[in-house]
């Protein structure tokens, strides 16, 4: 059984690995690279593995921050690291777009190719100093005024780590412009799936082949699921212990999964109820949950006897009474093979 349990294991050729947080804590000087990191990754290049780095980095253009890998004793290219400004690049010059730069100094010069006059959109990164009231003022005034305002956000995080402690990211700088103006961003870095996917073709492996590891439960490991790989959180950088909990203890539902392995059911249940829709997807996403919501009644129980054949996952509100008719639905379909477990998380 735990060998079956571990045949996923065998088929990946392929790793994506975040780098702030994972690799090393930025910070004066450059950072430091967090000890046992840089063996972690020779160690991967000498297995045999494919090895992509996928970064939200936004305060060094992509070969600056490639030179400050090196120095720190990773051997990786340019061309082993997803990063988000190469890849706006293209996007801008793709819709003909002009920006107006709200981002670090230090990544100005990968933009030196693109028309910034007249701008007809904003790019916002991580611009650390440069997040002044005049500047998101500014970056205000003329997405207001826009007819149809462009917001390009290179990254959403909400906060990382520094070797002197935890940062604000760019996420927080751009909900407020979204508030703000009334629009939505366009996110192009974690965890944007195109951002993943690009990754991915860089990587040359599909999405099944590969692992994300980071340390952002959201960016990295749930950008990384929705696009349809397995993903990893390290216990290094802006990890704590307990978000995961607090994000579990959130959540009310059952979730009723197909397990290959074993054919078991488990049946979870959590007592309030979610706070958001970002993180309730979230916890779906952890626990390998499809969210296909259909109620426990009798015109419901069709569906969701449909979505089990089609060895889908289900998501139904938690109604204690409803729960016989859950597990009434399984052993229908399979009464000798499907054992059923039930825990609740308080």
Same mark, same amino acid.
């Not at 804590?25 to 045999?48: L, Q, T």
């Not at 970056?139 to 990382?160: D, Q, T």
């Not at 935890?166 to 192009?188: N, P, S, T």
């Given at each position: 059984?735990?060998?079956?349990?571990?045949?996923?294991?065998? *088929?990946? %050729?392929? #790793?994506?690995?975040?780098?702030?947080? @994972? /690799?090393?804590?930025? &910070?004066? !000087?450059?950072?430091?690279?967090?000890?046992?990191?840089?063996?972690?990754?020779?160690?991967?290049?000498?297995?045999?593995?494919?090895?992509?780095?996928?970064?939200?980095?936004?305060?060094?253009?992509?070969?600056?921050?490639?030179?400050?890998?090196?120095?720190?004793?990773?051997?990786?290219?340019?061309?082993?690291?997803?990063?988000?400004?190469?890849?706006?690049?293209?996007?801008?010059?793709?819709?003909?777009?002009?920006?107006?730069?709200?981002?670090?100094?230090?990544?100005?010069?990968?933009?030196?190719?693109?028309?910034?006059?007249?701008?007809?959109?904003?790019?916002?990164?991580?611009?650390?100093?440069?997040?002044?009231?005049?500047?998101?003022?500014? *970056?205000? %005034?003329? #997405?207001?005024?826009?007819?149809?305002? @462009? /917001?390009?956000?290179? &990254?959403? !995080?909400?906060?990382?780590?520094?070797?002197?402690?935890?940062?604000?990211?760019?996420?927080?700088?751009?909900?407020?412009?979204?508030?703000?103006?009334?629009?939505?961003?366009?996110?192009?870095?974690?965890?944007?799936?195109?951002?993943?996917?690009?990754?991915?073709?860089?990587?040359?492996?599909?999405?099944?082949?590969?692992?994300?590891?980071?340390?952002?439960?959201?960016?990295?490991?749930?950008?990384?699921?929705?696009?349809?790989?397995?993903?990893?959180?390290?216990?290094?950088?802006?990890?704590?212990?307990?978000?995961?909990?607090?994000?579990?203890?959130?959540?009310?539902?059952?979730?009723?999964?197909?397990?290959?392995?074993?054919?078991?059911?488990?049946?979870?249940?959590?007592?309030?109820?979610?706070?958001?829709?970002?993180?309730?997807?979230?916890?779906?996403?952890?626990?390998?949950?499809?969210?296909?919501?259909?109620?426990?009644?009798?015109?419901?129980?069709?569906?969701?006897?449909?979505?089990?054949?089609?060895?889908?996952?289900?998501?139904?509100?938690?109604?204690?009474?409803?729960?016989?008719?859950?597990?009434?639905?399984?052993?229908?379909?399979?009464?000798?093979?499907?054992?059923?477990?039930?825990?609740?998380?308080?």
């Amino acid at each position: 059984m735990a060998e079956r349990g571990r045949g996923w294991a065998r *088929a990946v %050729r392929g #790793l994506l690995l975040d780098v702030s947080g @994972v /690799l090393y804590d930025s &910070g004066a !000087g450059g950072g430091v690279p967090i000890a046992g990191s840089a063996e972690a990754v020779r160690r991967i290049k000498a297995s045999g593995l494919k090895l992509q780095l996928c970064t939200n980095e936004t305060q060094a253009t992509r070969e600056n921050f490639v030179r400050k890998l090196r120095a720190m004793g990773f051997d990786i290219s340019a061309a082993q690291v997803t990063a988000p400004a190469p890849a706006a690049c293209r996007l801008l010059r793709e819709r003909g777009l002009r920006p107006h730069l709200l981002v670090h100094d230090d990544l100005v010069p990968e933009f030196a190719e693109i028309n910034k006059t007249n701008p007809n959109c904003v790019v916002l990164g991580d611009a650390a100093e440069n997040f002044t009231y005049a500047n998101l003022n500014e *970056a205000f %005034r003329l #997405l207001i005024g826009m007819e149809k305002p @462009v /917001l390009i956000s290179l &990254g959403k !995080g909400r906060y990382y780590k520094e070797t002197d402690g935890l940062k604000l990211d760019v996420g927080a700088y751009m909900k407020a412009l979204e508030y703000a103006c009334d629009v939505q961003a366009e996110v192009v870095g974690k965890p944007a799936k195109t951002f993943f996917e690009s990754a991915l073709a860089e990587l040359g492996v599909p999405p099944e082949q590969a692992i994300m590891i980071g340390d952002d439960i959201v960016n990295d490991v749930g950008g990384a699921q929705q696009c349809g790989m397995r993903a990893l959180q390290v216990r290094t950088g802006k990890y704590r212990s307990g978000h995961c909990c607090r994000l579990l203890r959130a959540v009310r539902f059952i979730s009723i999964a197909k397990c290959d392995a074993s054919s078991r059911i488990s049946v979870h249940t959590w007592p309030t109820s979610f706070p958001s829709r970002e993180e309730r997807v979230l916890v779906f996403q952890l626990r390998g949950v499809v969210v296909n919501t259909e109620p426990c009644t009798d015109s419901g129980r069709g569906k969701i006897k449909a979505l089990l054949k089609q060895d889908k996952c289900i998501r139904v509100p938690l109604k204690t009474e409803e729960v016989s008719n859950i597990f009434k639905c399984l052993t229908e379909l399979q009464p000798a093979t499907y054992g059923c477990s039930h825990r609740s998380i308080n």
